[in-house]
């Protein structure tokens, strides 16, 4: 009986810890040879690096905006190094990418530019992981096609590609060079 007096708290802190959970997405990469329209947007995006700062998230037009998600600890204060991006159009959103911090307590490595136009969108950066099981580094680089829901690999040459953006979030690095612990996650 005396449980059933903590059961409503437990319930309160169940959910109020799971509120910022990232939805896992590993992205399902086509080739960029199946796409001339992804191709095209591709010399576009890669001649500008990627940042994650408020300006880099929204898009041109306005319409969509990149949401940086994070898991938290158990008092919901400090990040797990387990984020999310996703975009939000309206009120809708849908997860674009999850991954690990690329190097534990490192922040996040990844960035994003729209293209002029806010149809495609580049998405790059290193991780350790993109599921909360899955451990081994690499650096990634794609092109989403917002209307098409599609992500599609960058075989671009490496020194064409952003490989991990200096600073990470805000473009602010720490006294040892590595990119800050990333921000509370912004919904």
Known sequence: M??????????????????????????????????????AYVDELVRTSPGLGESDRRAPDG??????????????????????LQLRTG??????????????????AAGVRWSGDSRAL??????KGYTRNEEGFRHFDMVYLVEADTCFDIAA???NRMQAPAGGVGGNSGRDG???????AER
């Open 91 to 108: 009120k809708a959103t849908r997860p674009l990418v999850s991954f690990w911090e690329a190097h534990a307590g490192s922040g996040i």
């Open 122 to 127: 580049r998405i790059s950066g290193s991780t």
């Open 63 to 84: 319409a969509h905006v990149v949401e940086i998600v994070a898991d938290k600890t158990w008092n919901g204060k400090q990040s797990t190094g387990f984020y999310g």
């Open 2 to 39: 005396r449980m059933t007096k903590f059961l409503p708290l437990l319930v309160i802190m169940l959910l109020g810890c799971s509120r910022h959970f990232v939805n896992e997405k590993v992205p399902a990469l086509a080739s960029l040879s199946t796409s001339p329209v992804a191709a």
């Open 178 to 184: 590595r990119a800050p612990a990333a921000p509370d």
């Open 157 to 159: 040459p490496p020194n």
